[in-house]
């Protein structure tokens, strides 16, 4: 009994796999991609004449900007350096990218506020940008001034 | 049991021993991989504005395979190749491979040497004969994009070599 045991074990052992396999493993790291530039160094918004009980004046300037992003529900967000003078209000509004949201023409300061949100994974040139400048008869006489804006891109 | 019986028991162990098992089965040896591969914003084609460099080489030697104990130098055999499904790769993101050297050894490689889709089912990638030793190994990644997002992407290539 006990050799008629061996005997059937020595048989399957005889049935071995023919081949072999081996695994080779791929592997890469996908880094959060944030990039940003405008189209323009700088724009100029040129104030005119205004009549004491008209309608404030706005003037307005355009350029682009160029976003390239991997991130998942972010936003645009634009701020100035320097207020701008009493009476004068200067304002932003983007052509938001496929599938984002815009939020219209917004009033700018020295916080950043959100001009465009729920932006999924982008690569998107040219996207329009204006600038409004609304100036009141309380401006008085402006002088020529400047300020920088700042345009960031932010992942959830 | 008598002796005559035992005897003649063992012998009909052995010689069932002898033609149970089959000729030595072939091995395969894989090593390296490619894991090294890390896609930044340097990638962008352009400018901002741009998309990321959809296709990655590994280095031409990224991995190198064996393939050893055959009967002979005219023991032939072929090798295929899957991609092992998971849920950490990118549908849009498909693997190819090439063989970029032939190894060395008695016998022959053929086939193999142009870059081709490493799907989830099997598939013939190179046959050869004999024992062959270091037979190089390239992998491209290809449909790399900004819609994949950030995260870590992970994939086995499983190879197996058939005794043809």
Redesign the interface.
């Known amino acids: 009994m006990l050799?008629?045991a061996?005997?059937l074990v020595?048989?399957s052992?005889?049935?071995?796999?023919?081949?072999?396999?081996?695994?080779?493993?791929?592997?890469?790291?996908?880094?959060?991609?944030?990039?940003?530039?405008l189209g323009d160094d700088y724009i100029n918004l040129q104030v005119g004449s205004s009549v004491s009980g008209d309608e404030p004046t706005t003037y307005t300037a355009s350029t682009t900007y160029?976003?390239?992003?991997?991130?998942?529900d972010g936003k645009l967000s634009g701020s100035i350096g320097d207020d701008v003078a009493g009476g004068l209000s200067l304002s932003a509004e983007l052509t938001p990218p496929e599938g984002a949201v815009g939020c219209g023409e917004v009033v700018l300061g020295r916080s950043p506020v959100d001009l465009i949100t729920g932006i999924a994974?982008?690569?998107?040139?040219?996207l329009g940008l204006t600038f409004r400048l609304t100036a009141g008869v309380e401006a008085g006489l402006v002088e020529p001034s400047h300020t920088l804006f700042t345009l960031t891109v932010t992942d959830r | 049991m008598r002796k005559t019986q035992y005897n003649w028991l063992l012998a009909l162990i052995l010689i069932a021993a002898v033609h149970a098992l089959p000729a030595h089965a072939i091995d395969m040896y894989v090593s390296g991989g490619w894991t090294t591969l890390t896609i930044t914003a340097s990638d962008l084609v352009g400018e901002a504005g741009s998309g990321l460099v959809s296709t990655y080489d590994s280095d031409p030697a990224t991995a190198a395979l064996d393939v050893a104990n055959t009967s002979s130098s005219s023991d032939a055999w072929r090798i295929e190749v899957r991609r092992s499904e998971s849920a950490s790769w990118s549908d849009s993101c498909r693997v190819l491979i090439r063989r970029t050297s032939d190894g060395s050894g008695a016998g022959f490689v053929s086939g193999g040497t142009i870059y081709q889709e490493v799907g989830l089912i099997g598939a013939a990638f190179f046959d050869g004969s004999g024992d062959r030793l270091g037979i190089n190994l390239q992998v491209r990644i290809d449909g790399v994009s900004v819609s994949d997002g950030p995260s870590m992407y992970s994939s086995d290539l499983v190879l197996t070599v058939v005794d043809l």
């Open positions: 050799a008629a061996t005997f020595v048989l052992a005889g049935c071995a796999l023919a081949g072999s396999s081996a695994t080779l493993t791929i592997h890469y790291e996908a880094t959060p991609i944030s990039e940003i530039a160029d976003l390239t992003t991997n991130g998942f994974p982008t690569a998107a040139g040219g």
